[in-house]
């Protein structure tokens, strides 16, 4: 019986081979953002910690995804993975901005922080000043994320065939996001609403899309290895995105980086929320209903929230599907691959991804 | 000698060309979007006449700089050019709301119309939801115009070769942009800086970028040629944004598709308020110092800063450097090319880009 240990030992392994090549790689994206100004090179220069402080979740998965359809080239899919990395923590600037979030990986997220230095350069409307300078990381964030796997050296072919893996599921995770943003607005929704958000947003896009973009720089083309992959990463993405939601409401600040009870405050529809209004008593409906997207909610009222989910039996209902999930993935490892190394670190990184804390 | 008119017609031909692929090309793209839901295609189709009437230049040179070198594959290269119109569309809709400007190409910007679709919607802050699906919008686009990239069918290699070129000239103008919204912020400026942003953000971009793009794509490796396309490209990209910067004063909102004095109103810094802070009087350069910035600016205010510009000298000194870099791009075309037929129309398109009143 697998339990976390290998998958967060193998995701410990794959952050400390990155760091150096992330540090690296922006020493040399801030000289060349120099050439055209400071502050240009400033704003990149901010942004290095808030990408090193990324889980790398999705960065690991490719290198697997290589691994898994025969890949060998170990420091190559390495500085390719970074590309996922990148795009990943812009695309998250963007959301910010859309949520209005203040904190990210336990840092002022970057629209606060370039209206700090807005502030400081005593521009008028630093707000709008941080949150237009946030758009631009972003963009430069996608278009450094391209030049890496253009620029990784595997064979043309497989460069394109990644990049068209890149594209299609990024696309998807924006039209998502584009229904996400809906949705909290009209703070109306149904189920099928909620699992359709998750779905594109987060479980192909963390899940099926990086294993995907690593085999195809391996050259993958068995249909047979492709429909084990999907099926194991979409498992793979459901159970990410299921703890994600978990600690959004039990998670701790110091360990989450983000405020406790983030994901009521700012009203996000969960399947946790979801459960509470088809089955909490009215009492507990009309309580969650006044902390969703009530922004003084206290302390106190997030732990009541906490104590509804668990009464109600919308933790465990949530909980346990995360852990089919689990379940799912691994009756896929198999299918996968041959490679008995390989398939022991995929069956235990889908387990670690309901055992993690942050 | 020539004229603007050849140019301005092999444009309308590429806008011809394009425009039922643009149309067909979106309603593949809504479908897929609908897939996801509803509101992620009704934000897609808002967008399409944005896109349609765009002026194509850049998309227009792509399939120049694959003819000269040497390129025959007419389809082909028209499907891959409409990239960097879906690239170009998209960066501007988030550069309208750094700018905070309310009418594009004649249209609400993006941002307004995806409010006003959020006041349909009932939706408390439809401002920020405007602006939150726009940043979306834009995000979209980006990742359309790779997939039109990697999807266009030519060689792997010349793929990854354009795609290159593409990555590190957005690259560059993603930081100009960033030096744009912080000069603009700070209103205080140097020719040398105004010269940088105009460099990065808009000569190389529109001039070199889609000429060595389309380049790539019929495998262009000569580096005496590949010199003279940056020559001209540079220089076309400076004519063309000395015309712009004109027009953003001088031009008639039927015309120019935004509203008198534009430029003006948001306070930019050009070539032309440059000279009148250098050049003009006291009494000159108070009033502009008074407009600049200034939302409220009647019609008869801009006419006087017309007037101002044409006084001290400002309007030729910037036209003539204008018509300057037209002759230098001309003097480039010979070594660009040897075909005659081309030739002509890369003379005739650098003298219309000094020559267009939109």
């Known amino acids: 019986m697998e339990n976390g240990e290998l998958g967060k030992s193998f995701l410990k392994s794959y952050i400390q081979k990155t760091d150096g090549k992330i540090v690296s790689y922006f020493e040399k994206k801030i000289a060349e953002a120099n050439q055209v100004g400071e502050i240009p090179a400033q704003n990149i220069a901010a942004y290095v910690e808030t990408v090193r402080r990324g889980k790398r979740i ?30 990943h923590a812009g695309v998250l600037v963007h959301d910010d901005i859309m949520d209005r979030d203040h904190i990210r990986r336990g840092l002022p997220t970057m629209h606060k922080q370039y209206e700090k230095s807005g502030e400081e350069l005593e521009i008028k409307d630093a707000a709008h000043y941080g949150v237009s300078q946030a758009i631009n990381l972003a963009d430069a964030a996608y278009y450094m994320s391209w030049q890496t796997l253009l620029e990784s050296g595997f064979s043309y072919e497989d460069i394109v065939n990644a990049g068209k893996i890149y594209a299609d599921y990024v696309l998807r995770v924006v039209h998502g996001q584009v229904l996400d943003v809906a949705n909290l607005a009209v703070r109306q929704t149904t189920e099928e609403k909620i699992l359709n958000v998750l779905k594109y947003k987060a479980a192909e896009y963390t899940g099926v899309m990086p294993l995907l973009f690593g085999a195809a720089l391996a050259g993958l083309n ?7 992959v999907i099926r194991y990463g979409l498992a793979f993405g459901w159970a990410f995105q299921i703890q994600d939601d978990i600690l959004g409401v039990f998670g701790e600040e110091e360990e989450f980086g983000k405020p406790i009870g983030n994901d009521v405050r700012e009203g996000k529809n969960t399947l946790l929320t979801l459960y509470v209004q088809q089955h909490g008593t009215k009492e507990q409906r009309e309580f969650l209903d006044h902390c969703m997207g009530n922004e003084k909610i206290s302390r106190e009222d997030v732990l009541k929230v906490r104590e509804i989910m ?40 889908i387990v670690y991804m309901m055992e993690r804390v942050k």
Request: proline residues 0%.
């Open 222 to 228: 068995d249909k047979k290895v492709t429909d084990a």
């Open 58 to 87: 999705r960065g690991s998965l490719i290198t697997l995804g290589y691994k898994l359809a025969g890949g060998t080239e170990e420091e190559k899919i390495i500085d390719a993975s970074i590309a996922i990395e990148l795009f």
């Open 310 to 349: 668990k009464d109600c039996g919308s933790y465990d209902h949530v909980f346990n599907l995360g852990w089919q999930y689990v379940e799912e993935g691994k009756s896929a490892v198999a299918e996968v691959t041959d490679n008995e190394e390989i398939q022991k670190i995929l069956r235990s990184l």
